[in-house]
């Protein structure tokens, strides 16, 4: 009785396992998933509009991300796809993030990029990339884009293979919510005076 049971323990361990390593978005058993409020839809459901903002605008003042996720376009819920434009002015930086749902395809349309990321073995895989090139930023790893031109913007567009690939910003994750100052100062091996100065600088302005 007890070696059945250890193999039906072993046995749903197993299975957890499996079901972690295949995570991401549910598979879904229609076509397509209508929000609760709606029952009869068109064309226009399909169809995001909010990047027409893009067209024939001026670099902006600071890096700046549109996003057609499923917060944006719940026509994407259950599709497992999801799209960004990132906008780069130039000398400007996406800080370094993570995406816990998917890995990320970045297409340099315009400018060059500085990008990279860190495995689990902390190594670190660096490129400059021109207009035309892709780069792909594997699932859930810390990485970044740094537009190293002084003079010249940059734009990318990046895709995700979820409609929620969720970000976490490192800086503001470490410095801009309540974790204690003396577990950050601990962390990194610093004092208080420094972690508090970190925390300011990433305050929200008013």
């Known amino acids: 009785m007890a070696y059945s049971r250890k193999l039906f323990f072993l046995a749903v361990a197993s299975l957890a396992i499996v079901q972690m390593a295949m995570a991401g978005d549910p598979d879904i058993l229609t076509d397509f998933v209508l929000p609760t409020n ?20 001026p670099p902006p003042p600071t890096f700046k991300v549109l996003k057609a996720s499923l917060a944006e376009f719940p026509a994407l819920n259950g599709q497992s796809v999801s799209y960004a434009v990132l906008l780069y002015p130039a000398g400007s930086v996406n800080p370094v993030h993570t995406h816990p749902r998917s890995a990320e395809l970045l297409f340099l349309a315009e400018g060059a990029l500085e990008v990279g990321f860190v495995d689990t073995t902390n190594k670190l895989f660096t490129q400059t990339l021109q207009a035309g090139d892709l780069f792909v930023f594997p699932k859930g790893l810390v990485h970044f884009q740094y537009n190293a031109d002084a003079k010249v913007p940059a ?17 503001n994750t470490l410095f801009n ?23 300011a600088g990433l305050a929200p302005k008013n």
């Open 38 to 57: 709606l029952t009869n839809v068109d064309g226009n459901f399909f169809t995001f509009t909010g990047m027409r903002v893009l067209i024939g605008i």
């Open 155 to 171: 734009l990318a567009i990046s895709a995700f293979g979820s409609a929620n690939a969720g970000t976490v910003s490192l800086p």
């Open 177 to 199: 919510t309540s974790i204690d100052d003396n577990v950050l100062a601990l962390s990194f091996k610093t004092d208080l005076a420094t972690i508090q100065k970190l925390k």
